[in-house]
């Protein structure tokens, strides 16, 4: 009597690409998301490395609103300094303004979201208070704050990060009010485990994609009302940023006489939200399994 031996191969089959590899593989095939993360890398790099790309703008020069030139790529502002410069400074600004700003919001809306999640007694009156958040008009509470406190990075960022934690918690919110009615989350209970212990090893690696996302668009927005507060005379004046070029430029009134001096700082503005937008987007779409083609 002869015993049958299955090969190897054929008796324990080889694992699949894992989900995050499935992801990454219908994220790199979409051109858009390719473009968008080669932008948001170029934008990382001009902050990392401003000092090696440009030398920081200050004092004043001859050469009064010149226009963009093989001197200088992007033109002068009315002190004479370098415009491709100051985008370049204004670069490191506003993303440190961006990162910060972001990961305090989502912190504090993925905190707010995913107790109110798990402990259902409360979730009630957490509820409420980020809707009337949500209510309030932002803007004008934004000027207002950052007024009374001062210009300054400091209250740019936590101005910033205040009044954006809302949205990021009824996002998350959403998401782990479906996670915490899946059988693991109970099992995790039945076993002993306490309820932080759930909500940190169980609770949030699962709305994980949504926080990704709520990152980068938190980001981006914060770049965008940074710039706005700055352009409306709020930002910090002693640092280069977007909004400042721009603030500069109207208080000059060199808008409607030197094009280039709104033209590039606002040309940066839209190439970030719009390379963080196309990213969320991509991402999105590659994480979904009925958009992706595996």
Same mark, same amino acid.
């Given at each position: 009597?002869?015993?049958?031996?299955?090969?190897?191969?054929?008796?324990v089959?080889?694992?699949?690409?894992?989900?995050g590899?499935?992801?990454?593989?219908?994220?790199?095939r979409?051109p858009?998301?390719?473009?968008a993360?080669?932008?948001?890398?170029?934008f990382?790099?001009?902050?990392?490395?401003?000092?090696?790309?440009?030398?920081?703008?200050?004092?004043?020069?001859p050469?009064?609103?010149?226009?963009?030139?093989?001197?200088?790529?992007?033109?002068?502002?009315?002190?004479?300094?370098?415009?491709?410069?100051?985008v370049?400074?204004?670069?490191?600004?506003?993303?440190?303004?961006?990162?910060?700003?972001?990961?305090?919001?989502?912190?504090?809306?993925?905190?707010?979201?995913?107790?109110?999640?798990?402990?259902?007694?409360?979730?009630s009156?957490?509820?409420?208070?980020?809707?009337v958040?949500?209510?309030?008009?932002?803007?004008?509470l934004?000027i207002?704050?950052?007024a009374?406190?001062?210009?300054?990075l400091?209250t740019?960022?936590?101005?910033?990060?205040?009044f954006?934690?809302?949205?990021?918690?009824?996002?998350?919110?959403?998401?782990a009010?479906?996670?915490?009615?899946?059988?693991y989350?109970?099992?995790?209970?039945?076993?002993?485990?306490?309820n932080?212990?759930?909500?940190?090893k169980?609770?949030?690696?699962?709305?994980?994609p949504?926080?990704?996302?709520?990152?980068?668009?938190t980001?981006?927005?914060?770049?965008?009302?940074?710039?706005?507060?700055?352009?409306?005379?709020?930002?910090?004046?002693?640092?280069?940023? %977007?909004?400042?070029?721009?603030?500069?430029?109207?208080?000059?009134?060199?808008?409607?006489?030197? %094009?280039?001096?709104?033209l590039f700082?606002?040309?940066?503005?839209?190439?970030l939200?719009?390379?963080?937008?196309?990213?969320?987007?991509?991402?999105?779409?590659?994480? $979904?399994?009925?958009?992706?083609? $595996?």
């Amino acid at each position: 009597m002869t015993t049958a031996v299955t090969p190897l191969a054929e008796a324990v089959p080889e694992a699949g690409p894992t989900s995050g590899m499935r992801t990454w593989r219908a994220f790199r095939r979409n051109p858009l998301a390719i473009i968008a993360m080669t932008l948001m890398t170029m934008f990382i790099a001009v902050a990392i490395f401003a000092p090696l790309v440009a030398a920081y703008p200050t004092g004043s020069s001859p050469a009064i609103l010149a226009a963009p030139s093989a001197a200088h790529w992007f033109g002068t502002d009315n002190l004479g300094l370098d415009i491709f410069a100051e985008v370049v400074w204004g670069t490191r600004n506003s993303l440190i303004v961006g990162a910060a700003a972001s990961a305090l919001s989502v912190f504090i809306g993925v905190m707010v979201a995913v107790t109110g999640a798990y402990f259902r007694r409360i979730d009630s009156v957490i509820g409420m208070f980020v809707d009337v958040c949500l209510s309030l008009p932002v803007l004008p509470l934004m000027i207002l704050v950052a007024a009374l406190a001062g210009p300054s990075l400091e209250t740019t960022v936590f101005v910033i990060a205040f009044f954006s934690w809302p949205a990021v918690s009824r996002v998350v919110r959403s998401q782990a009010l479906a996670v915490i009615q899946l059988p693991y989350i109970d099992a995790a209970r039945v076993v002993g485990d306490s309820n932080w212990r759930v909500i940190r090893k169980h609770l949030i690696p699962a709305v994980s994609p949504v926080i990704a996302v709520s990152v980068v668009l938190t980001a981006s927005n914060a770049v965008l009302v940074a710039a706005g507060l700055s352009f409306l005379g709020l930002g910090d004046p002693s640092e280069w940023s %977007w909004g400042q070029i721009l603030y500069n430029s109207e208080q000059a009134g060199a808008l409607q006489s030197a %094009w280039w001096t709104a033209l590039f700082p606002s040309l940066a503005i839209l190439l970030l939200v719009m390379s963080a937008t196309l990213i969320s987007i991509a991402y999105n779409d590659a994480r $979904d399994p009925h958009t992706r083609n $595996d």
